[in-house]
């Protein structure tokens, strides 16, 4: 549907009674509006319906289904398959909806649907405490927590989701319901991972952590040192505490001054520590990694708020990700992914991710439609790169270094860390009979399927 088709008296309607802003095409601020983080998507929009409240939530969902309108929600804009976005349809913009209510006394915290990490960092910083986030600080808390919610942080204080007590939701029919453990649980249960396919998130509320201070170690060394310092890092991840979050990466050196001059626009291997507490504690429980005789390094004592501000993806490059996660990580499966860190599109920031998993992750709750949380390992291939010439080779570095792993795979996947890769992956996401449960909950909630701009279930 085309634009034009809205200039009648039910935009006219909608406009009345909305309290946010409505962009169409010819609007000023339209092509700011429609910008998401990744560039390579070009969706044009009929309308964006930047909503304040609730009701502009109601409002906004009504609209959409009357006019038989494409429905797409906007958190932080993060989807590398651009599911923020419509091509002639309406967006629910979430963006001006980002209060954060800290409750220190009990420990929780309420945050509008349209926050992002940044806003909740920042507010829960002044008492000390966190909750697990995204790894950057503009990843926006809808998408990121109802698809589960991996973090620097989740192997000391669990996934996201598994410390979300409350969400409020408006569903394809304009209701607004309630889920807890309490209320509507069976809804409860499916946004634990289930992402956006039952309804717009409006609220989410959260169980915070005593977390005053962390400390980040970012070690450099030159990539041909790479095979040798991953078995490393293995084998110190193996019996490494909670505490102890991080990856092993391949990046693009940037020029900074930690940076050695023969590493900056140049690929490089790091080790990145993130430890939830103290430099004097880091430097002792990571002895081991500290004497590997790296080239570079930032070690920084810092809140939670400045380390998930510091690795920020930079925004307008062209993206494309995936993952496989890991039954196991053997020397084999170690020189694959050192190997293919030949094939990345450099100089970018490109990056090629090995994640440890474990702690509280492997520990938390095993009830949820949340398959992955037991591998040990998550390969993450991540590239960014400027040049629309570069897209196929950039997508198939993706796909070859997820190939070069399969035999360790366990075939479930973070839905967050993926594109659009066919309904069969969707459903690893959740895995087999959790589809089905969840099919059956959309069904309840959606059954016209009116969100399936998403990692979509089919209602049963």
Known sequence: M???????????ELGHSFSG???????AGYEEARAIFNAMIDKRPAVIAQCETVDDVIRAIRFGREREFE??????????????????????????????????????????????????????????LATTGGRVSTTGIGGYTLGGGDGWLARKMGLACDNLLAVELVTATGDVVRASESENPELFWALHGGGGNFGVATSFTFRLHELPVVTAAL???????????????????????????????YVTGPAEEFIPSHLVGKLAFVILVVYAGPEAEMRDVTAPLLTLGHEGELISELTYAELQCMLDDPPGYRNYKSAEYLDAFPDAAVDLFCSRSR????????????????????????GYPIPWRQSP???????????PNDDERGRQWVHNLRADLKPWASGAVYLNF????????VIAGFGADNYAQLAAVKAKYDPDNVFHLNHNIRPS
């Open 2 to 12: 085309t634009s034009h088709m809205l200039n009648d008296g039910a935009l006219q």
């Open 21 to 27: 802003t409505l962009i169409m095409p010819n609007d």
């Open 71 to 128: 429905i797409a929600v906007r958190c932080g804009g993060h989807s590398v398959a651009g599911m923020a976005l419509t091509n002639g349809g309406i967006v629910i913009d979430l963006r001006r909806m980002h209060a954060v209510t800290v409750d220190p006394e009990t420990r929780t915290v309420t945050v509008a649907g349209g926050a992002t990490m940044s806003h909740l960092d920042r507010a829960t910083e002044p008492y000390g």
């Open 219 to 249: 070690l450099l060394w030159q990539p041909d040192m790479a095979p040798d310092l991953l078995r490393a890092y293995r084998e110190f991840m193996a019996s490494a505490p909670d505490k102890v979050g991080g990856a092993a990466l």
């Open 343 to 366: 094939d990345m599109v450099v100089p970018s920031p490109s990056q090629q991710v090995m994640i440890p998993q474990g702690g509280l992750i492997a520990r938390g709750p095993s």
């Open 377 to 387: 390992w998550c390969a993450h291939p991540f590239g960014l790169w400027e040049d």
């Open 418 to 425: 993926i594109g659009n890769e066919g309904h069969d992956r």
